[in-house]
């Protein structure tokens, strides 16, 4: 690297100095304009930042004595400066030559910028090669590549190319290429003895410039690169041998660096017009005169200074700053005088005068026609220019070496550009995890690196590739609704299809030439394989010349998937081509069990009995300790022969995890759509990859717990649902014993590191429901220790409530199975006095979940779930009442037994106390009124059990009477009547049902009462209250006519016996006529009976068919049997007593007596034999007769209602 490319001029040899001079040259108008350039008034824009600099502050330069013989060496000469960098490093100041690799190590030291922010990462001797290319005959030799918008430049020597083919055997077919289409006499040309002199008088100068003794250290060996003029050794120094071994070992993080390392004094971000680039620079800057700082040049008297060195010396000083430049002349090496120039003032120098303009233009157009050209990432372009030549041409080495069908790792670039394109894209992963835009190019990347790359050579940058792209879907989180920090490059991208892109930039290129934009070649013989051709270089002057035409990656958007199973199977493919990359690494294989990947991991299905459950403990206990954090790391290798902490090691873990996660997103998104023999398959495989993980592991991080008790959870609700959904079963069966190849291979890789059967017991697909319950149940279990244990116990999150709730739910699940096989068994046995064993113990099974699943509800303070466990105890108290139901020797139903009254008991404070854990209706009305409903259904069954079975061997009449109204009324409490519901009906019909016991018991205590008269009033007042809130509420139903007609008949006979016990005659009047009232009531029964028997005769006209409807037709039949002499006992005594009496009658009383007489009449002579449908139609009349205009007009009314 020199000091300034001015320098090289000087040791160009006299003979060829001037033919080095071509192209356009600069007039007075063009010149005119170009002042000021380091200013802001400028046309030319040019800002310099300098982002690392390895050089001390600038110091001021020691002018040299007029006379001072540069060809003596001073006594520091050769040691190493800091103020002349790498130039004071070399027996010759500095080199010519640039490194290969420069590029890639400015690249790797500034991460950030590459792909977007910056245009051009060079050596700036190439920037300033590329940008005299018009002016110059020299030839011109690059390499370029492209990662993302930004291009890296290096020099391509292609002798030093060629002299490591004759001893390597390497790059024959460029060798070949070369010498049959673009010189055919290539020899490599030595180094005049001048261009060794100038280089030394150069270097002494430096030295001598450097203010004081400067006294540093000896140079130290290794650093004497350019001591010797042999061209072999000058190419194994700047060749590094790191990129033509390969170099399997390295770390990821250390990735190749031998020879790429950035050895420039000093890194520039360099924004030129419209252009940024990074450069390299080794330029030594000095303090004095009127800037701080300026650089030194050395010219000879005798040569004036021509385009190529004023545009040198120019870009030099725009690129690091520097204001002014200190110009010494010697002649023959003896000092003559210096001269300051301004950095602005130089493109008007005598000899040199150039346009600034024309060179802004240089740079777009090079810039334009490279970025156009050089479009696909990973390849290996070629810029050339032959010596003395006009024609400029671009190559694809990497598309002519597969041609030549030779191996990747021929071509030097490979590694490093696969290499930067992996640290481009790990540099915006972490960029990814604020904003997802970057996926598209960040997958683009990593794509472009494994092509490059040999699996058997890199495996370790491709397992980490395909991790990194198995990253990018985001697995736990749906894809962002808008679209548009995902689809910035519009349509989406093909997966399988990689092709298609560089097909479309073919298109691309095909179509930009055909417009003109590049020349074809005029010569086919000679261009035929190059990319794009510069026709002229005087091209490049003419403003706007070359367009980009080029769309940076046109479809590198990332393909957005809405759907989960898509997502999860690209993850899945990744890992395994990460897996395949990582596991052909390692070489242990002889030592493995043979494994058939294509031959199908069979996954087996059980049918266990109940009696399996208990067999199945043994596998609970290895379901936990595989559950448990691990506490020994692992010394030894593992299973595969992979060595703990290598990268083979820690990729595997990644990889094993992230095909877990992948599986256990596939497995739910199963279970959300109902396909649970899917789902336990896809969770088999996802407790496989963990159980290998761990296999590999030596400690699991308090996230991979989290994650695995997440799994677990997971694997209870599919066995939960299996189970609840047997009718299923064949579905599920053929859903789990599916499987992908991509399955069975991972699975392959799997048994490598492990025998994966440590959750088996878990993720069987058996065949019965209790079994899988229990299974459930365990996972669940499993899951809570895991996030309880002392790895996971300050790591607190919400997923200890969900376990908890699940928990508390499959406990539910179970303790209801158990509850209803007791029932099951209590309705197919035969009657027998005492309860069997087996019932017994399901009892004990259920009511033990029950008591579990209500303290894990409580422990997350789930009142609602709490109150509905309670409810389901209250369900199984009444359960063990029934069982306990005394069957005396006739078959019969005995009296209530004492068993029963406890059970219905413990059944009433589980109800009050599920009331009470939900505190009021508002917290959740739901189970408010489940709760409600059930609490007042045990108190009916209670009293009605009591009161129809009164056990009156054990207690008095008395004593179960207050009993029964005590429950009755505490079921009446709880009969909700306002609230509008559909059990709105239910409750009515209840509380009229409990109004009409209440009322036929308060009539029975009535005709048995003898002595206490007060009692008696009591009970006749109690019963008529009864009686009128049943017949109300029974009316309000409209569907309970025989219920209603009963009711009525009861209180008919209720008023009958009041009148026998009365003596006078008034009384009875007033009796009878109160009961024919009453009896008037019944016609709205009969409404409802002949309704209902007219609906039954248009349903089925044929009588033979029975009746259709809800209406009991023997109870009807029943009631009219007691309703008919009833009626006409009434009628009977009404005409009689009327008859008799002493007073004389009113005319209302005789229109009364004659109805009553005609009713009468009729009801005789109604015919028995007749149809249903007539009776109840004629009893209807008859009803009607009696009733009153005015109560017949407002019951009209009401009934209408």
């Known amino acids: 690297m020199s000091a300034s490319a001015g320098d090289r001029e000087s040791g160009i040899p006299s003979d060829t100095a001037k033919e080095e001079i071509s192209g356009p040259t600069c007039t007075g108008d063009n010149s005119k304009h170009d002042s000021a350039i380091c200013s802001s008034t400028s046309e030319i824009k040019s800002r310099a930042v300098v982002k690392y600099s390895a050089a001390p502050p600038p110091t001021s330069y020691a002018l040299l004595q007029e006379k001072t013989d540069l060809k003596l060496p001073p006594a520091n000469w050769l040691r190493e400066n800091a103020q002349l960098g790498s130039a004071g490093t070399t027996i010759l100041g500095s080199s010519s030559k640039s490194k290969p690799f420069s590029s890639f190590g400015m690249a790797y030291d500034f991460i950030d910028c590459i792909g977007d922010d910056v245009d051009v990462v060079s050596d700036s001797e190439n920037i300033k090669k590329l940008l005299k290319i018009p002016y110059s005959k020299s030839h011109v030799s690059m390499a370029v590549h492209r990662v993302g918008r930004t291009l890296l430049l290096d020099e391509l020597d292609i002798q030093e190319l060629f002299m490591r083919s004759s001893q390597t055997g390497d790059w024959t077919w460029l060798k070949e290429f070369y010498q049959r289409l673009i010189d055919q006499k290539w020899q490599r040309k030595k180094k005049s003895k001048e261009h060794w002199y100038q280089k030394a008088i150069l270097s002494k100068f430096l030295y001598y410039s450097i203010n004081g003794e400067g006294a540093a250290e000896p140079v130290s060996d290794n650093l004497n690169e350019g001591e010797e003029e042999n061209g072999a050794e000058e190419f194994s120094s700047s060749w590094p041998t790191a990129f033509t071994s390969a170099q399997s070992d390295v770390e990821d993080s250390d990735a190749p660096k031998e020879g790429l390392r950035n050895d420039f004094v000093r890194?520039?971000?360099?924004?030129?017009?419209?252009?940024?680039?990074?450069?390299?620079?080794?330029?030594?800057?000095?303090?004095?005169?009127?800037?701080?700082?300026?650089?030194?040049?050395?010219?000879?008297?005798?040569?004036?200074?021509?385009?190529?060195?004023?545009?040198?010396?120019?870009?030099?000083?725009?690129?690091?700053?520097?204001?002014?430049?200190?110009?010494?002349?010697?002649?023959?090496?003896?000092?003559?005088?210096?001269?300051?120039?301004?950095?602005?003032?130089?493109?008007?120098?005598?000899?040199?005068?150039?346009?600034?303009?024309?060179?802004?233009?240089?740079?777009?157009?090079?810039?334009?026609?490279?970025?156009?050209?050089?479009?696909?990432?990973?390849?290996?372009?070629?810029?050339?220019?032959?010596?003395?030549?006009?024609?400029?041409?671009?190559?694809?080495?990497?598309?002519?070496?597969?041609?030549?069908?030779?191996?990747?790792?021929?071509?030097?670039?490979?590694?490093?550009?696969?290499?930067?394109?992996?640290?481009?894209?790990?540099?915006?992963?972490?960029?990814?995890?604020?904003?997802?835009?970057?996926?598209g190019t960040i997958r683009t990347l990593l794509l472009n690196c494994v092509k490059l790359l040999d699996q058997e050579r890199h495996p370790q940058i491709i397992a980490s590739a395909h991790y990194m792209l198995s990253e990018l879907f985001q697995l736990d989180e749906p894809p962002e609704e808008d679209g548009e920090s995902l689809r910035a490059g519009g349509s989406e991208d093909s997966y399988s299809d990689e092709d298609r892109d560089e097909e479309e930039e073919e298109d691309l290129m095909e179509d930009s030439d055909d417009n003109g934009s590049y020349g074809n070649c005029s010569s086919p013989q000679d261009d035929s394989k190059a990319v794009a051709v510069i026709r002229s270089v005087g091209e490049l002057s003419v403003p706007e010349k070359y367009k980009s035409t080029y769309q940076i990656r046109p479809s590198c958007a990332f393909p957005v998937s809405q759907d989960k199973e898509e997502r999860c199977r690209h993850v899945l493919s990744y890992v395994l081509k990460g897996l395949k990359a990582v596991d052909g690494s390692i070489k242990k294989e002889s030592d493995l069990p043979a494994a058939d990947p294509n031959t199908p991991i069979p996954l087996k299905y059980e049918d266990r009995s109940a009696n399996g459950a208990c067999a199945a403990e043994k596998g609970i206990s290895l379901l936990l300790e595989r559950a448990g954090p691990l506490q020994a790391d692992q010394k030894h290798p593992t299973r595969s022969g992979m060595i703990p902490g290598s990268w083979q090691h820690r990729m595997k873990l990644q990889l094993f995890l992230k095909a877990s996660k992948a599986y256990y997103v596939l497995s739910d998104a199963a279970t959300n759509l109902l396909k649970y023999g899917r789902a336990l398959r896809y969770i088999k495989l996802s407790l496989q990859c963990y159980d290998a993980y761990c296999s590999v592991s030596g400690t699991l991080h308090p996230q991979v717990l989290q994650f695995h008790s997440q799994c677990l959870s997971l694997c209870g609700d599919i066995q939960l649902m299996l189970a609840q959904n047997a009718n299923n079963r064949a579905a599920y069966l053929e859903e789990y014993s599916y499987q992908t190849k991509e399955d069975q291979e991972i699975l392959h890789s799997l048994h490598r590191e492990s025998s994966c059967q440590a959750f088996n017991m878990a993720t069987d697909l058996a065949m019965d429901p209790e079994y899988q319950l229990f299974v459930s149940s365990k996972c669940y279990e499993a899951a809570y220790e895991l996030l309880v244990s002392e790895a996971l116990k300050d790591h607190t999150s919400d997923q200890l409530a969900q376990v908890l709730k699940r928990l508390g739910n499959i406990r539910n699940e179970m303790g209801v199975f158990y509850m209803n096989q007791a029932a099951a068994m209590q309705t197919e046995k035969e009657a027998k006095k005492s309860v069997s064993v087996a019932e017994q113990e399901m009892w004990k099974k259920s009511f033990a979940f029950f008591e579990k699943g209500m303290n894990d509800f409580e422990a997350i303070g789930d009142s609602t779930n709490t109150a509905l466990l309670l409810c389901n105890t209250g369900r199984l108290m009444r359960i063990c009442a029934q069982a306990h139901c005394a069957i005396s020797a006739d078959q019969s139903r005995g009296e209530f037994s004492p068993e029963e009254a406890l059970y219905y008991n413990k059944a009433i404070d589980y109800y009050l106390r599920a009331m009470k854990s939900l505190a009021s209706r508002e917290?959740?009305?739901?189970?408010?009124?489940?709760?409600?409903?059930?609490?007042?259904?045990?108190?009916?069954?209670?009293?009605?059990?009591?009161?129809?079975?009164?056990?009156?061997?054990?207690?008095?009449?008395?004593?179960?009477?207050?009993?029964?109204?005590?429950?009755?009324?505490?079921?009446?409490?709880?009969?909700?009547?306002?609230?509008?519901?559909?059990?709105?009906?239910?409750?009515?019909?209840?509380?009229?049902?409990?109004?009409?016991?209440?009322?036929?018991?308060?009539?029975?205590?009535?005709?048995?009462?003898?002595?206490?008269?007060?009692?008696?009033?009591?009970?006749?007042?109690?019963?008529?209250?009864?009686?009128?809130?049943?017949?109300?509420?029974?009316?309000?139903?409209?569907?309970?006519?025989?219920?209603?007609?009963?009711?009525?008949?009861?209180?008919?006979?209720?008023?009958?016996?009041?009148?026998?016990?009365?003596?006078?005659?008034?009384?009875?009047?007033?009796?009878?006529?109160?009961?024919?009232?009453?009896?008037?009531?019944?016609?709205?029964?009969?409404?409802?009976?002949?309704?209902?028997?007219?609906?039954?005769?248009?349903?089925?006209?044929?009588?033979?068919?029975?009746?259709?409807?809800?209406?009991?037709?023997?109870?009807?039949?029943?009631?009219?049997?007691?309703?008919?002499p009833s009626f006409s006992f009434l009628l009977l005594q009404l005409i009689k007593l009327m008859t008799t009496m002493k007073r004389k009658p009113s005319n209302k009383d005789e229109e009364l007596l004659k109805t009553y007489k005609n009713v009468y009449s009729k009801l005789l002579r109604a015919e028995k034999n007749v149809p249903l449908l007539s009776r109840v139609k004629v009893y209807i009349e008859l009803l009607q007769q009696l009733t009153p205009e005015t109560e017949s007009d407002d019951t009209g009314t009401q009934k209408s209602s």
């Open 267 to 439: 890194n520039i971000m360099w924004t030129f017009e419209d252009i940024h680039m990074l450069v390299g620079s080794n330029m030594p800057i000095f303090g004095g005169g009127r800037y701080p700082a300026v650089s030194l040049r050395l010219r000879d008297n005798n040569k004036p200074i021509n385009i190529l060195t004023g545009i040198d010396y120019w870009l030099d000083n725009l690129m690091c700053n520097v204001p002014e430049l200190v110009m010494c002349f010697h002649v023959n090496g003896i000092v003559q005088k210096y001269e300051m120039i301004k950095t602005e003032d130089i493109p008007h120098l005598e000899n040199s005068t150039f346009s600034t303009r024309v060179v802004k233009d240089i740079a777009q157009n090079i810039l334009s026609f490279l970025k156009s050209n050089c479009t696909k990432e990973g390849h290996t372009y070629w810029l050339f220019k032959a010596s003395g030549s006009d024609i400029v041409k671009l190559y694809d080495l990497t598309t002519l070496c597969e041609e030549a069908e030779e191996e990747k790792c021929q071509n030097p670039f490979t590694l490093p550009v696969a290499v930067l394109l992996y640290r481009v894209a790990s540099n915006l992963m972490l960029k990814a995890r604020q904003n997802r835009k970057h996926y």
């Open 923 to 1124: 917290n959740h009305p739901a189970v408010w009124d489940s709760v409600n409903w059930e609490l007042s259904t045990t108190y009916f069954t209670l009293a009605t059990l009591l009161q129809d079975y009164a056990p009156l061997s054990r207690k008095a009449q008395e004593q179960i009477g207050r009993e029964v109204t005590e429950a009755m009324m505490k079921s009446l409490k709880y009969c909700d009547l306002q609230t509008e519901s559909a059990r709105q009906p239910l409750y009515q019909y209840r509380a009229a049902t409990i109004h009409h016991r209440l009322a036929s018991m308060y009539h029975s205590c009535f005709r048995n009462q003898v002595g206490d008269e007060h009692l008696r009033k009591q009970h006749r007042s109690l019963a008529e209250l009864h009686y009128s809130k049943a017949v109300c509420l029974f009316l309000s139903l409209k569907d309970a006519p025989c219920e209603l007609l009963r009711t009525l008949l009861e209180r008919v006979a209720f008023a009958e016996f009041t009148m026998a016990g009365q003596s006078s005659n008034a009384a009875k009047l007033k009796s009878l006529t109160g009961a024919i009232e009453i009896m008037t009531e019944t016609r709205f029964a009969f409404q409802l009976i002949h309704k209902e028997l007219l609906e039954e005769q248009t349903e089925s006209p044929d009588v033979a068919s029975g009746p259709t409807s809800g209406l009991n037709l023997q109870e009807v039949m029943k009631l009219i049997g007691v309703f008919e």
